[in-house]
């Protein structure tokens, strides 16, 4: 026999799955050991670790004295590392977390002797659509995958097209995926039999000639001991991934192409129910992402002296481990998913950490009764901001001019009025802070000790003076200042920096002029959008151009008896999504600010019952008995904002149910437009089957979805689904289940991984989620802008300067502007302004880039230095391709 299979040893690594991570890797550094000495012992044994230099690091962690084993082999090219750091969830992570991943994977494994040339993907739940273009800039000219992959790919090679046109030779798994060859030695007697069975099965997929591939591992799997010389026997050869897929150039001439996301379960099931599971935890991601990216990393490069670069890289370890396609997913254990939510806690206070860091730098310039405002988005923004000041005098910006405000809320002073000791007064006393404020000064009157307390105090205090005045006193009151807090409408600089404070005698010209937004009984309207609330507790939003939408926000709750990978309604399912009460309260009514809250009672089934399908209840449904759930909704409209916020949040004590948010559109839609990853992906209204798994068209979304007229904003990966033959948005708020996976489910005819209970994942407790609809005209173009600002809050932070000090004067940091242009990244690398931005365009477009430098150069996503671009007077005019992700270095 020739030798046309080539078998390639692998184990498919999950870090932490149906057992948490540190119980995973007991198992793995067995399995290392194993593997070392196994192939120091048979010189001809070849082995690929899964991809991920995760392993070797945890692995390398217990076992350091074998760092120089592994580098020997990898140097040897006998053992496949890298590039990943971790095998990634591709839609529940930012495009920037795929980058860091990459990158972090691929330059440690440079250290051990390179990395793996292929983009190995061999088990995520599909695939964004930009991949090939993020593969292929980061030097690499192969990916390998299995799941996704369209019933038109008929080959076991295909060129996988981004939308930017870079198409990647791309390696599929047919036949069995990772684990194609995982049963070809299981019989040793029957080697030629099975390797002639093999072969024909493949032929099938490869074509006449070549060699095939046999993957030949599988989940947590060892290597075999003789294994050489069983291949030996059937006259194969042994190899790795990257042994087998360099033996192609990379060309992708004469293959069959396939564009854009594969998420098709016409091969493989791709689990899509993980995007809405344990939503509290992909709420966590989205809001540790933001603040490490669009706060920490660019605040820092701009305005934070010397680069914490340690802190940002701690940061974006722990994002890039949760990552993980068993980890963010919450396909795991219970307790894995709590060491998933600890993990981004500790990114998101890393991010916040450096934040303040910076923000405090640059508060010390401004005097303490004012407030430094910081602008998170590489364009000018006039936007509302929440600031918390002294008195009642109007505010000003660096040039005096009077700016915009509205008193949401005035700040109690009297802060205690008790009969009290004072000598117990005295012990609430810390230098000179009392109740968390400073004291200003102190006096007795007839038997009443009071102190002023203030934010901030210059005040010497003596309390050996303080204690011969307490004769007689039987009284103690605590007055603060009078303070309140106010909704600014602010302007600030890209990327920039402002500040305001209030001033008496201020000049009654505002710094611009602004339509207000204003409350009526029902109704808010701030010009470009009217909402009204609906006897029902729904609403109708009218835009500026007259698109119209009624029943906005309507909650339907159904049973879920599914598992953490796939949604599956009972046999007798009970909707419901009629509210038996709803109560509207005004909170505030303008000028800036104006907001309802809508309440909404609902009587939800408590649970499931017959999930398990027992003889007493052979089909699944949901109980006789209900919870009373309250669904409160804050609807609040802005100035100047073109969408209204959402903030929808209860208690779920019911289990087993899914909710959703339904939002009619205002013309019935054919298809979706929803951000991905360095990308805006359309879809239908339906999802290619043919593996056995309901091909259900439920979808995840980035930051925004839209269709038929409107958007939705978001601050999190969202599953979302165009229902009622696309004539309603429906959004997943919530999933409830209570089994890692089952054996038996109506939507998949096969296990996704043990049946094991995750009490956890029904998700009770307080549950809330922020989002904001935006109706639209005929094009989505003007969405991306609407979500930046959304997601993107203005940050105030409170003056620390002498407050003599005059404000001043605000400052541009960078400015990034151009049509259809999106900033997703900016950092310091090797001493240079590093900035990363994609265009959101089918056609061709210029990013206008403008700040402090003089030169400026391209750079590939591991910032290996390119062609240099001209730069006049500080700006650079840099051309894109249309969805072109583009990396470019900035310096002086």
């Known amino acids: 026999m020739s030798a046309e299979i080539v078998v390639v040893p692998h184990t498919h690594w999950d870090r932490e799955w149906y057992e948490p991570f540190q119980r995973f890797r007991l198992r793995l550094v067995a399995l290392l050991d194993e593997v070392l000495d196994t192939m120091e012992r048979e010189p001809d044994y070849h082995f690929t670790l899964d991809g991920q230099l995760a392993c070797v690091d945890d692995y390398l962690e217990v076992r350091p004295e074998n760092r120089d084993r592994i580098a020997a082999l990898v140097e040897s090219g006998r053992l496949a590392v890298g590039p990943w750091q971790i095998l990634l969830d591709e839609f529940l992570c930012s495009g920037e977390n795929i980058v860091r991943n990459l990158e972090l994977g691929m330059n440690r494994a440079d250290k051990l002797g390179g990395a793996m040339p292929v983009g190995y993907l061999p088990d995520m739940f599909g695939h964004t659509a930009q991949m090939p273009q993020i593969l292929r800039r980061a030097g690499l000219l192969h990916a390998c995958v299995y799941r996704g992959v369209p019933s038109s790919v008929v080959t076991d090679?295909?060129?996988?097209?981004?939308?930017d046109g870079t198409a990647l030779r791309t390696q599929y798994l047919p036949a069995g995926g990772y684990g194609n060859g995982a049963h070809l030695f299981e019989d040793p007697a029957h080697l030629p039999e099975r390797a002639a069975e093999f072969t024909e099965r493949m032929r099938e997929w490869h074509g006449p000639e070549g060699a095939l591939l046999a993957?030949?591992?599988?989940?947590?799997?060892?290597?075999?001991?003789?294994?050489?010389?069983?291949?030996?026997?059937i006259g194969a050869r042994m190899d790795t991934l990257s042994g087998y897929i360099g033996a192609y150039s990379g060309d992708v001439e004469g293959l069959p192409r396939v564009s854009g996301e594969l998420r098709s379960h016409a091969r493989a099931n791709i689990l899509p129910g993980v995007i809405s599971v344990r939503a509290h935890v992909k709420q966590a991601m989205g809001r540790a992402e933001r603040m490490v990216e669009r706060y920490a990393e660019p605040l820092a490069t701009l305005w934070g002296g010397d680069w914490p670069g340690r802190f940002l890289d701690m940061a974006w370890w722990r994002l890039v481990d949760a990552s993980g396609h068993d980890s963010v997913t919450g396909c795991g254990v219970d307790d894995t998913a709590q060491q998933v939510a600890a993990r981004i806690a500790e990114a998101e206070h890393l991010g916040q950490a450096v934040r303040d860091m910076v923000t405090a730098r640059l508060s010390a310039a401004v005097?303490?009764?004012?407030?430094?405002v910081v602008n998170p988005t590489p364009a000018t923004r006039r936007g509302v901001v929440l600031v918390d000041v002294a008195g009642r005098d109007p505010l000003v910006d660096p040039t005096g001019a009077r700016v915009p405000a509205q008193t949401l809320e005035y700040a109690p002073t009297l802060l205690l009025d008790a009969e009290m000791d004072p000598a117990t007064a005295l012990t609430f006393i810390h230098g000179t802070e009392l109740y968390g404020q400073h004291i200003t000064g102190w006096s007795v009157d007839d038997g009443t000790l009071t102190?002023?307390?203030?934010?901030?105090?210059?005040?010497?205090?003596?309390?050996?003076?303080?204690r011969g005045a307490l004769d007689g006193v039987t009284r103690v009151r605590i007055v603060a200042e009078a303070r309140r807090t106010v909704a600014a409408l602010v302007e600030t600089p890209p990327l920039g920096r402002t500040s305001i404070r209030p001033a008496s005698g201020a000049s009654s010209a505002v710094s611009a002029p602004v339509v207000g937004v204003r409350a009526e009984e029902r109704a808010l309207d701030n010009g470009l959008l009217r909402v009204e609330v609906a006897a029902d507790g729904t609403l109708a939003l009218t835009g500026a151009d007259g698109i119209t939408l009624t029943g906005a926000g309507r909650i339907v709750d159904g049973g879920d008896v599914g598992?953490?990978?796939n949604y599956a309604p009972p046999a007798e399912d009970r909707i419901v999504s009629d509210p038996v009460s709803v109560e509207l309260t005004p909170v505030c009514s303008g000028p800036l600010v104006a907001a309802f809250d809508v309440r909404r009672t609902y009587r939800w089934p408590a649970a499931g019952q017959g999930i398990e399908g027992t003889p007493e209840i052979p089909a699944a449904a949901r109980t006789e008995a209900t919870e009373d759930i309250v669904v409160d909704t804050r609807v609040e409209l802005r100035a100047g904002e073109p969408y209204v916020r959402l903030h929808v949040s209860f208690d779920n004590r019911c289990s087993d149910h899914r909710v959703r948010l339904h939002v009619p559109l205002p013309t019935r839609a054919a298809a979706s437009h929803a951000e991905g990853q360095f990308a805006v992906v359309t879809r239908g209204l339906s999802s290619e089957g043919g593996c056995g798994e309901e091909p259900l068209p439920t979808f995840p979304a980035s930051g925004w979805v839209a269709a038929g007229g409107v958007a939705a904003l978001l601050e999190h990966v969202t599953e979302y689904e165009l229902v009622d033959d696309g004539a309603e948005l429906a959004l997943t708020l919530l999933r409830s289940v209570g089994y890692l996976s089952r054996n038996l489910h109506v939507m998949r005819p096969e296990p996704a991984g043990p049946q094991l209970p995750t009490p956890?994942?029904?998700?009770?407790?307080?549950?809330?989620?922020?989002?904001?609809?935006?109706p639209y005209g005929e094009s989505w173009a003007a969405v991306p802008p609407a979500a930046e600002t959304f997601r993107h809050d203005l940050l105030a932070v409170p003056g620390t300067g002498d407050p003599s000090l005059a404000l001043p004067p605000a400052a541009s940091g960078l400015s990034v502007t151009g049509d259809g242009v999106v900033m997703t990244s900016l950092r310091v690398r090797d001493g240079r302004h590093e900035l990363r931005v994609v265009a959101y365009s089918e056609t061709p477009t210029n990013a206008i880039i403008s700040g402090t430098f003089t030169q400026a150069r391209h750079a590939d996503l591991r910032g290996r230095p390119g062609d240099p671009i001209p730069v006049s007077s500080g700006t650079v005019h840099l051309p894109l391709r249309p969805w072109e992700i583009a990396t470019i270095q900035l310096g002086n």
Do not use: I
């Open 451 to 466: 102190f002023t307390v203030a934010r901030e105090s210059a005040t010497a205090f003596n309390v050996a003076q303080l």
């Open 157 to 163: 090679a295909f060129a996988w097209v981004a939308p």
């Open 367 to 372: 005097p303490s009764d004012g407030v430094l």
């Open 760 to 774: 956890a994942a029904q998700s009770r407790g307080l549950r809330s989620v922020s989002l904001a609809l935006m």
């Open 215 to 233: 993957m030949y591992g599988t989940d947590h799997s060892a290597p075999v001991r003789g294994l050489p010389g069983m291949v030996a026997d």
């Open 563 to 565: 598992d953490t990978y």
